[in-house]
């Protein structure tokens, strides 16, 4: 891991104006943040802390209300930069095209060699577990097959920033584990940053260098936790005894964030 | 072959077979109708004599183009209209009651400004088959997932692109059923407007053979119109079918 800022959040902030009244909701920030260049950064938090928010902001799907957002030096103001790969959460699979077709897509768009992209979407099918499907429309697959043809789709195109939005919450716990060692495999191959969001505090630990947890909305960064894991990792990691340990540590930071999530009173 | 298209073929044949008994028993007699048979018959004379290959020549044409200026223009103005939510609100009250404008009372105004040709006919066929691209495009493209129209943003992709590579293709299965109806609305516009007054057409064939109770020609005439609309119905049909499968949707 360099140790270049690829990403740079300062104090960044979003609100959202209500639909219905003129009134606000702060979703997310101030969040100040350095994202290491070709580092893998996970963050936790309670539902509705704005996670998904952050994400966009860094996408450039959304545009911070104050404080800025960097990529590579460059603001990000609603733009959407080069060089950005997105995950996201819903099944965002195009229904009328092949799986090949969906995953070629952004090959396609980049104008790359018939070739290369045949290349390309072939060792991402071999890579996904797909090649069998490769024909298949995503109505013929399941959930988890889905998500990892948007995933094939995202990281065929090899983007600097991998920015993923609960990717795995419909794959079950074993598919999971093997999807995050594929995951690590790529994100040792390309370089990539990673920005994942995630429920799974296990998963976080397994997958991130560090892992930020927000607090409820508006969500902040109230810690960020250095896992300290080797760069050359697999999901064998989980028999570490500072696995559980990082995993503690993580429910101990959130365990009252989730609590006022959901409405409960103050934990003693 | 599906259950229910059994079933259409049965009731289409027992619908035919009634009309078949009640024509050749005198129930019905032939001054009022042909029996079902005859009008066969008489098609099949009709087109191999070729003396009406004009007229319907000059009608599918014309419906032709009163149906692709329908979907281009159909399908552009929902597009623009899925962007701008005030237009749309504005218009959407407008489209809802449209159809209980009589459009064939314009079809004079028409005449007057274009002419006794082929362009107020145009006009009309495609005045009734736009709105029916518009509101059902309009339905397709309120149903896009929002995180396809993410995806789209992240592939840095403008607007027209979006439109025609995300937006169409996931509406399609609405778009096609807007489709099937304008295929129905332009016949309807120009055979409706050359019954009413025209040079030529399937329209006029139909309606001079009406006016000196020839029912030689009305019926065979009915029956190609029939025939054109339900071919062109059933393809859209498969092919609707065919997206909706890929889909799981059906």
Same mark, same amino acid.
């Given at each position: ?268 | ?8 073929? +049965? ?42 290959? +004009? ?31 005030? +237009? ?11 159809? +209980? ?150």
């Amino acid at each position: 891991m360099t140790s270049a800022a690829h990403v740079t959040l300062r104090a960044a902030e979003k609100t959202f104006a209500r639909a219905d009244s003129r009134e606000t909701i702060h979703a997310v920030g101030p969040i100040d943040l350095d994202l290491h260049k070709g580092e893998f950064f996970a963050v936790v938090g309670p539902s509705g802390c704005g996670k998904s928010t952050m994400l966009e902001l860094i996408a450039g799907l959304t545009e911070a209300t104050r404080g800025s957002v960097e990529f590579e030096g460059v603001p990000i103001s609603g733009r959407i930069p080069d060089g950005v790969g997105v995950v996201f959460q819903e099944d965002a699979c195009f229904p009328w095209m092949t799986v090949r077709d969906n995953i070629g897509f952004g090959l396609r768009r980049a104008k790359l060699s018939r070739a290369e992209c045949a290349d390309r979407v072939a060792k991402a099918l071999q890579m996904m577990g797909l090649e069998a499907f490769a024909e298949s429309y995503p109505a013929q697959l399941s959930g988890g097959m889905r998500q990892r043809v948007c995933i094939a789709r995202t990281l065929v195109t090899q983007p600097r920033l991998v920015l993923l939005d609960e990717p795995f919450g419909a794959l079950d716990q074993q598919t999971r584990l093997l999807m995050g060692e594929e995951l690590l495999k790529l994100w040792r191959h390309t370089g990539a940053t990673v920005f994942l969001i995630t429920h799974a505090l296990d998963e976080a630990t397994m997958l991130a260098d560090r892992i930020g947890v927000m607090s409820a909305r508006p969500g902040r960064l109230l810690e960020i936790i250095e896992t300290n894991w080797p760069r050359d990792r697999d999901s064998r990691i989980v028999e570490d005894v500072r696995f559980g340990e990082i995993t503690a540590r993580l429910w101990r930071s959130l365990r009252e964030e989730s609590m006022k999530s959901i409405g409960k009173a103050r934990v003693a | 072959m599906s259950r229910a298209a059994l079933y259409r073929i +049965a009731i289409l044949a027992g619908i035919v077979a009634l009309f078949e008994i009640l024509c050749l028993t005198g129930k019905i007699d032939r001054i009022t109708m042909q029996p079902p048979h005859r009008m066969v018959m008489d098609l099949g004379r009709m087109i191999g004599s070729g003396k009406l290959n +004009a007229a319907i020549v000059q009608t599918l044409s014309n419906a032709g183009i009163a149906l692709v200026l329908a979907l281009v223009v159909g399908i552009a103005s929902a597009i623009i209209l899925f962007r701008f939510r005030v +237009a749309r609100d504005v218009l959407d009250p407008l489209f809802a009651t449209y159809y +209980a404008i009589p459009v064939f009372a314009f079809y004079p105004l028409l005449i007057v400004l274009f002419g006794l040709g082929d362009t107020p006919q145009i006009l009309l066929g495609f005045m009734l088959a736009v709105v029916a691209v518009i509101v059902n495009t309009l339905n397709g493209l309120d149903r896009v997932p929002r995180v396809l129209l993410k995806t789209a943003r992240v592939n840095q992709m403008g607007g027209t692109e979006t439109a025609l590579k995300i937006m169409l293709p996931s509406a399609a299965p609405y778009v096609l059923t807007g489709v099937k109806l304008a295929v129905a609305y332009s016949l309807i516009g120009i055979i409706g407007a050359e019954f009413i007054m025209s040079r030529g057409g399937m329209g006029y064939e139909i309606s001079f053979a009406y006016n000196n109770f020839d029912n030689a020609t009305m019926y065979p005439l009915i029956l190609l119109i029939l025939f054109v609309s339900l071919s062109l119905n059933t393809a859209l049909s498969l092919w609707e079918r065919r997206l909706l499968r890929r889909r799981g949707q059906r």
